[in-house]
């Protein structure tokens, strides 16, 4: 039973390492992307030190089932060569981690190797590499890290130009609707002053044309009171 348990400890803690691996390509992906890895710098942190933990816990554990004689010593050879290949893989994890991007290593593939270093160096835990990346060293993942930098700044520059124009000319309108508006407010009360006006006016027109009518109807009595007054002397001197 505490072998089994020794096992599934040593093979949680190879899953873990491989995890890590994955995240740490994830990390230096995104720094060649532009991308903001801070959140995944933070959760490598943490899985990091779980690893030296779990590597620690089972070295004391297969230390002590070693020396109480719970397993054969070609066992615990074995298991021991597995914990130092673990450690080792640990430390380089460790150590890419911390790493510039852009330092110089023989392969990114060497991360993951045995401690021994013999054979081509491949890492079976990075098999979803992209086919841009795949096969360069890390000086010349810099250069293309630069080289997409440089497009980047390039097009934010380009960016910022039109923003500061849209900017300008934002202002720009901005002033001419205020002049557009005092211009109407103006014109609104030269429109107020001028209605007022016309209401005075026809007013004064309608006084006028009631003037006018009583004055016709008074001339007209006068005439006719006149031509009565002359048929009456005219009368008046026949009779005689």
């Known amino acids: ?28 992906r995104q720094l060649r992307t532009g991308g903001n890895p801070a959140k995944l710098n933070m959760t490598l942190r943490a899985s990091l030190q779980r690893l030296k933990q779990n590597i620690a816990q089972l070295k004391e554990t297969l230390t002590r089932a070693s020396a109480q004689r719970r397993i054969m010593q070609a066992e615990a050879d074995r298991r021991q060569n597995l914990v130092d290949d673990l ?11 911390k790493a510039d991007i852009s330092e110089a290593e023989p392969s990114r593939s060497s991360l993951m190797t045995g401690g021994n270093g013999s054979g081509p160096a491949v890492n079976p835990w990075l098999v979803n590499e992209s086919e841009e990346t795949r096969g360069l060293s890390f000086g010349e993942i810099k250069h293309q890290q630069q080289h997409i930098i440089e497009v980047q700044d390039a097009g ?14 934002g202002q720009e309108i901005g002033n001419e609707l205020e002049e557009q508006n005092e211009i109407i407010d103006d014109l609104a009360q030269l429109v107020d002053k001028t ?13 006028l044309d009631t003037k006018s009518a009583s004055c016709g109807e008074f001339s007209a009595s006068s005439t006719a009171c006149k031509w ?13």
Do not use: G, P
């Open 1 to 28: 039973m505490s072998q089994d348990l020794w096992l599934q400890n040593y093979d949680a803690a190879c899953r873990l390492a491989q995890e890590i691996a994955e995240n740490i390509h994830e990390r230096n």
């Open 156 to 169: 934010l520059d380009a960016l910022a130009v039109v923003i500061s124009r849209q900017k300008q000319m």
């Open 228 to 240: 009565q007054s002359q048929i009456c002397s005219l009368w008046s001197v026949s009779v005689l």
């Open 195 to 207: 209605d007022s006006r016309i209401k005075n006016e026809t007013h004064r027109v309608k006084l």
């Open 87 to 97: 450690a080792t893989r640990e430390t380089r994890l460790n150590a890419s981690f």
